[in-house]
């Protein structure tokens, strides 16, 4: 998705001999689950659900995979939720897209045919999520409760692993230590007009962000609720058991 990624995993006295091979089976199923959301959520693959999609013409109905059911059922609740903020179609049509289901196929329709879907702002962190639980699982199968972690470009999720996160000073250049996270999910976003991360509906009201939580698809997503409505409180967050933070000297 157009972002370097790295899984880990703790392994007390990993660095005095080879990694043994039910590790290596764990780190094998997160980069699977990883091709697999990719696969389905790439804008940038031209046989993805999302570029289906988007070459459609209107009053289309195409079956979508799992992965992409569950993004997209995630997405149409949180733009009701938070009242238009989180727009997967990046202004394009907002309404003009749905879901319903024939038996177990789910079918998302096309409305019209200028709406477009980038979901880029919330598939990252949904595929740190699935990654991330591919490994557990992985490792539960060999008997095993390592400490593991995903990290995305800046969307980062860890279980039983301590790991201190950075925060880059996107002004000055460099990184700074900003907090240390056992478990649970952190995403940041930096919305200056250079970056690469876009907003529909206007400039940020908040530039830098960062939002924690216990899904990295939620914090994904919540960035840009914070970025675009300017309010570190908002209800959604809490509702997601969600903290925000506004980074003012470093965005």
């Not at 095993?144 to 250049?173: F, H, M, S």
């Not at 939620?218 to 506004?246: I, M, N, Y």
Request: proline share 6%; charged share 20%; hydrophobic share 45%.
């Amino acid at each position: 998705m157009g972002t370097l990624v790295e899984l880990g995993m703790l392994l007390p006295g990993a660095d005095a001999r080879p990694p043994p091979p039910w590790a290596e089976r764990v780190l094998e199923a997160g980069w699977r689950a990883l091709a697999a959301v990719e696969q389905a959520l790439s804008a940038f693959l031209p046989g993805s659900d999302v570029s289906r999609f988007n070459g459609a013409p209107a009053g289309a109905r195409l079956p979508v995979c799992a992965d992409a059911a569950a993004v997209l059922r995630t997405a149409c609740r949180l733009q009701r939720r938070s009242g238009g903020l989180v727009d997967v179609t990046q202004g394009s049509g907002p309404g003009d897209w749905s879901l319903s289901a024939r038996g177990r196929v789910i079918l998302l329709r096309k409305h019209t045919g200028s709406v477009r879907m980038d979901l880029g702002g919330i598939a990252k962190g949904y595929a740190v999520d699935r990654a991330l639980g591919a490994m557990v699982a992985a490792a539960a199968r060999a008997g095993r409760r390592p400490g593991c972690w995903v990290n995305a470009g800046g969307d980062l999720r860890t279980r039983g692993a301590p790991l201190e996160v950075r925060l880059r000073d996107e002004r000055g250049g460099g990184a700074r230590p900003w907090l240390a996270l056992r478990l649970g999910a952190v995403a940041t976003s930096d919305f200056a007009p250079a970056a690469r991360a876009r907003l529909a509906g206007g400039a940020p009201r908040a530039r830098h962000v960062s939002v924690l939580s216990p899904r990295c698809m939620w914090s994904d997503a919540l960035t840009k609720v914070v970025a675009r409505s300017g309010r570190r409180d908002h209800p959604l967050l809490a509702a997601l058991r969600a903290r925000a933070f506004v980074h003012q000297g470093a965005g």
